[in-house]
């Protein structure tokens, strides 16, 4: 249940949320007479090797970013986009913080508010507070207006961030149901460096050759159910692979790769990609 009355429903004990440390649920008895900044970099991402990714964010993702599906906590899979080869690095995020590809994924552009779902599932406005950024004067952007209502640009974010969360759902449900079908499978990307293979694990990939092997019924279940499209989308963007290796190199100071050879992707020839039938 989404809950749109935040700042009221806060002053309920029995409505709170349990937030993590420097995460601010925002409410008019929290950030009365304070204001927030925006971040100016995206240094705050500079450890994500993948981000999740709504349903409503597979297309622009795909065509500039490589897409896989990850397990998480729970075991269940996300669509999320690959930023880097190793634990904790994200060659998208440059040495002064500036983020180099054409698409940014949503929960980024959103940062520093978060969703926080409570005991009663209901969603409550936070903000990150990790960087110092509220400020306890009247200097930078308001959180709510004299009327104790949020301000419009705080209701757009909220409005934002519901979406998406919705949008995670809608993958996550579409991921379950590929993976019944048997379509995901593990990608693994091997590459060189310095004459030494490195293997990143963890990511997963749609197998082609077993949609060709979906009977009639089951395609046109995908396809009513989104799926169909999200699978493509997913195999289309493992070409942008080649650029996060171009990022990675230039992360490490080598201007033509020097020592870095091809991408390995993990897939035979049975199950390559065919566009073919489309």
């Not at 204001?35 to 450890?47: D, E, P």
């Amino acid at each position: 249940m989404i809950k749109t009355g935040i700042y009221k429903a806060m002053s309920d004990e029995n409505n709170q949320a349990e937030t993590p440390t420097g995460i601010i649920p925002i409410a008019p008895e929290t950030v009365t007479g304070k204001t927030w900044s925006k971040i100016g970099s995206f240094w705050f991402a500079a450890a994500d090797t993948a981000c999740e990714l709504s349903l409503s964010e597979a297309s622009k993702a795909a065509a500039n970013l490589p897409m896989a599906f990850m397990r998480n906590d729970k075991g269940d899979f996300t669509l999320v986009s690959v930023q880097g080869f190793q634990p904790q690095e994200n060659v998208l995020v440059s040495a002064d913080g500036q983020w180099h590809s054409n698409y940014v994924p949503a929960n980024y552009r959103f940062h520093p508010f978060v969703l926080v779902q409570n005991e009663q599932d209901q969603l409550i406005l936070c903000f990150n507070n990790s960087h110092n950024q509220i400020k306890e004067d009247s200097s930078a952007e308001p959180f709510f207006s004299d009327q104790n209502e949020l301000s419009p640009l705080i209701k757009q974010v909220f409005d934002g961030l519901v979406e998406r969360w919705n949008g995670l759902k809608q993958a996550q449900s579409i991921a379950k149901l590929l993976d019944e079908l048997g379509l995901i499978v593990p990608w693994d990307i091997t590459m060189e460096i310095q004459g030494e293979g490195v293997r990143v694990q963890g990511f997963y990939r749609i197998n082609e050759q077993k949609i060709a092997e979906l009977s009639a019924n089951q395609l046109v279940n995908l396809r009513d159910k989104g799926g169909l499209a999200l699978a493509y989308c997913q195999m289309i963007s493992m070409n942008h692979l080649s650029y996060l290796k171009r990022m990675k190199a230039e992360m490490a100071g080598s201007e033509n790769a020097a020592g870095i050879t091809d991408l390995k992707l993990g897939a035979s020839n049975d199950d390559s990609l065919n566009f073919d039938n489309l």
